[in-house]
């Protein structure tokens, strides 16, 4: 049972780390994950990136995400050899299946209720492409800030 | 709550009816009083999307409050927790001098 969490893993690595040795440390994680007998769900490289303030005298970092799939056990573990790594500044463990099961449901409830409403008002309960006027003009442009693409 | 307030003293029933849209209150415009989350259905504040993230963070580094930015109290304490994150990792100051 608990076995089946989901974790998000941050970490920043020091600007002067190389590419091989950023591999490596990845390629670390990945055997205590397999140790544990957790999985690797996803794992995403954000390169090079101005950090917002100086962290031990460094100004940028590249920045690690991963999804990883365990036990807190495990999770302590890392935490724990990241603590002593030396070439990662700044780490952060966050579990996130919760968050995203309540999230999931909130989806599911108002995607219900309009279904609902759509049938009271005798439409069909789907909306259809370009039904709405929102519709095309929803993602944005006028207050995009410099940040890396994340999707959520 | 204090959309009660701010329409008090001008004495109209329907003083209130407008709602959302900005309005002169001693010569001060409210900004929008929509809670951003909830408008465009964002169940999940990831607190790695800085460019979400930053509309909350006015200059100075500091969280905007409710009562300014509109946000709803479940959205606002979902910010709060998602910015301190950002906060550790650098992506968003501390503070700003």
């Known amino acids: 049972m608990s076995q089946n969490r989901q974790y998000e893993l941050v970490y920043i690595v020091s600007p002067e780390t190389g590419e091989q ?6 390629t670390q994680i990945e055997h205590i994950v397999q140790r544990f007998n957790g999985a690797i769900e996803k794992s995403e490289n954000w390169g ?8 031990g005298h460094h100004r940028e970092g590249t920045y690690v995400v991963e999804t990883i799939r365990g036990s807190g056990e495990l999770m302590k573990e890392i935490d724990r050899r990241l603590r002593v790594t030396d070439a990662i500044i700044r780490h952060l463990i966050v579990r996130v299946d919760e968050d995203l099961r309540v999230a999931e449901r ?16 005798g439409l069909p309960p789907e909306p259809e492409a370009g039904e709405r006027r ?7 442009d006028e207050d995009r800030i410099e940040g890396v693409e994340v999707q959520r | 709550m204090s959309e009660e307030r701010g329409s008090r003293g001008r004495g109209g029933k329907g003083a209130d009816k ?5 309005r002169p209150r001693g010569g001060f415009f409210r900004r929008r009083r929509v809670c951003k989350f909830c408008a465009d259905k964002i169940d999940y504040i990831n607190y790695k999307d800085v460019r979400l993230l930053m509309p909350f ?9 409710r009562r300014i930015s509109g946000t709803c109290a479940l959205h606002q304490r979902k910010l709060q927790t998602a910015i301190s994150r950002a906060r550790q990792l650098a992506l968003i100051p501390y503070v700003t001098d």
Do not use: C, F, W
Request: aromatic share 2%.
């Open chain 1, 21 to 26: 040795e950023t591999a490596d440390l990845h």
């Open chain 1, 48 to 55: 090079r990136r101005k950090l917002a303030y100086e962290i």
């Open chain 1, 106 to 121: 909130h989806r599911e409830t108002r995607k219900a209720s309009q279904a609902r409403r759509r049938v009271a008002r």
């Open chain 1, 134 to 140: 929102g519709d095309r003009e929803m993602d944005d």
């Open chain 2, 18 to 22: 407008n709602k959302g849209e900005a």
């Open chain 2, 57 to 65: 963070i006015p200059e100075r580094g500091k969280i905007q409050p």
